[in-house]
């Protein structure tokens, strides 16, 4: 997992799309399910990163697809979630409820 054992946001964003984005989940549609969903700009190389790292840390799979006729014959790099993968966005769910969990912001904000 990212730094000290935990996902960092991106990294959780980006599992989030390759469980979404099922066998279309490469590059691409990762940086745009990502900008679209947190109405965020986030570089295409900062996505690739974090799907390197990601890879690296066996949270997730890559593989390539058939060549493409629209790509000129290209194959695309294709990425699936692993089961690693899945317990890490699970367990990073689980702490952010629990961060969550019996805050009442209206009580928190000064006013």
């Known amino acids: 997992m990212g730094r000290g054992g935990s996902l960092s946001e991106l990294e959780q964003w980006v599992?989030?799309?390759?469980?979404r984005l099922g066998e279309e989940a490469y590059g691409v549609?990762?940086?745009?399910?990502i900008e679209e969903r947190t109405?965020?700009?986030?570089?295409?190389?900062t996505v690739y990163g974090a799907l390197d790292?990601?890879?690296q840390q066996g949270l997730i799979a890559s593989y390539l697809s058939s060549p493409v006729p629209e790509r000129g014959g290209r194959a695309k790099r294709l990425y699936r979630l692993?089961?690693?993968g899945a317990t890490a966005l699970r367990s990073a769910r689980r702490v952010h409820d629990?961060?969550?969990?019996?805050?009442d912001l209206e009580a928190a904000v000064e006013g």
């Open 82 to 84: 692993s089961t690693e």
């Open 53 to 55: 790292r990601l890879e």
């Open 39 to 45: 109405a965020r700009s986030v570089s295409i190389a």
């Open 15 to 19: 599992l989030l799309c390759l469980a």
């Open 98 to 103: 629990s961060m969550w969990e019996g805050v």
């Open 29 to 33: 549609p990762i940086h745009q399910e």
